[in-house]
């Protein structure tokens, strides 16, 4: 059983390496918002609860267009765990996580104001006595948007900052009305996980807006199912070393036409003792969007505390590069 599950997690780890090698040859289109997408992805699918450690999660992004706009995304989330009052061994036994988030994007010239409320809640049932694990999530979302101002015409570059707020905000209000429009949405996801000492890996499935609410004033355009796929795992390069792959791979329907969403990335932790006992892991990845944008990062785990910055290149060849953009984020995790 162990070799199998280490063929598993190999073959995971594998077909994720295919995957980012596949990406060019992908749709151009519309990517998650967020540069830590793996750090949010409760967000993505309700299922992916597959640590049992409560946590605080805090997202600082900013994006610049020079001569045309900039704007800012701020994202908070907690993450808790539930257990049965008698149990005191954590390793094989059933839980429910709880998660709540909040999210906001502002521009700095009052063009773009939204925000969501986030709920999720999940149950983990165990499939062996190897910390393998089935679980079930669903996600409630509450939702504010208004972008533009009223009156007035606005002319955007084609595809303008599809990997953005800014861009999910013409998709949920294309007609750029100026009318702040509240919306309700609904979310599952499923995932199955292997949490072991060695090695880690999970593979889910979620679809979210599955109520399909209309999001502008006009009752014309109504949310579409968003379909997405996740898939993670993580294992020992040497000694003191180890290796993370991650993908999220999502589409969904709009009036504009199909909308399909990929990032990928990599990235490699390295724990640096001192004082004997005391460490530091530092860690540097890479990222890759859909729309040829590569997405460095770098950082640092202190006992409890997590902070990682990011910053979007545009990735070589790329020939759809219309306009000049500044993008950075910060990322800051706590665990309980």
């Known amino acids: 059983m162990p070799l199998l599950k280490s063929l598993v997690a190999r073959t995971i780890c594998y077909c994720m390496f295919a995957s980012i090698a596949l990406v060019p040859h992908f749709s151009y289109a519309q990517d998650p ?14 299922a992916l609860k597959t640590d049992k450690t409560p946590l605080a999660h805090l997202n600082l992004r900013s994006v610049n267009y020079p001569g045309i706009i900039s704007y800012n995304s ?8 539930f257990v049965g009052a008698d149990k005191t061994e954590y390793d094989n036994i059933p839980f429910v996580s709880s998660s709540v988030g909040i999210e906001a994007e502002s521009s700095s010239d009052n063009f773009l104001s939204a925000s969501t409320l986030m709920s999720a809640l999940s149950y983990a049932l165990p499939l062996d006595y190897d910390n393998t694990y089935i679980a079930l ?9 208004r972008v533009g101002i009223q009156g007035a015409t606005y002319h955007f570059p084609e595809a303008f900052d599809h990997n953005g707020s800014l861009g999910w905000a013409f998709h949920i209000d294309p007609y750029l009305s100026g009318l702040n429009k509240g919306y309700f949405t609904m979310g599952t996801g499923f995932s199955v996980f292997h949490e072991g000492q060695r090695v880690q890996w999970y593979v889910g499935g979620s679809m979210l807006d599955f ?7 006009s009752y014309t355009s109504r949310l579409q199912s968003l379909y997405g796929l996740q898939g993670g795992c993580e294992m020992p390069l040497a000694e003191n070393t180890r290796l993370n792959i991650y993908t999220n791979v999502s589409w969904q329907n709009s009036i504009e036409g199909a909308i399909n969403q990929q990032f990928f990335s990599i990235n490699a932790s390295r724990a ?13 990845g890479l990222g890759l969007r859909s729309d040829h944008i590569l997405v460095p990062s770098a950082g640092m785990q202190f006992k409890k505390h997590h902070i990682t910055g990011y910053y979007d290149l545009n990735a070589p060849g790329d020939n759809k590069k219309l306009y000049y953009r500044r993008s950075f984020a910060l990322s800051y995790k706590f665990d309980f």
Not at 33 to 46: G, K, L, S
Not at 137 to 145: H, K, P, R, V, W
Request: proline fraction near 4%; aromatic fraction near 20%; avoid cysteine.
């Open 33 to 46: 918002h967020a540069a830590e997408v793996e750090q949010m992805r409760i967000w993505y699918n309700p």
């Open 74 to 81: 701020k994202a908070a989330t907690v993450e808790l765990l």
């Open 137 to 145: 999530g669903f996600q409630f979302n509450y939702s504010f948007n």
């Open 211 to 217: 109520n399909h609410p209309y999001t502008e004033w």
């Open 272 to 284: 640096i003792f001192y004082k004997d006992t005391s460490s530091i892991t530092a860690s540097l």
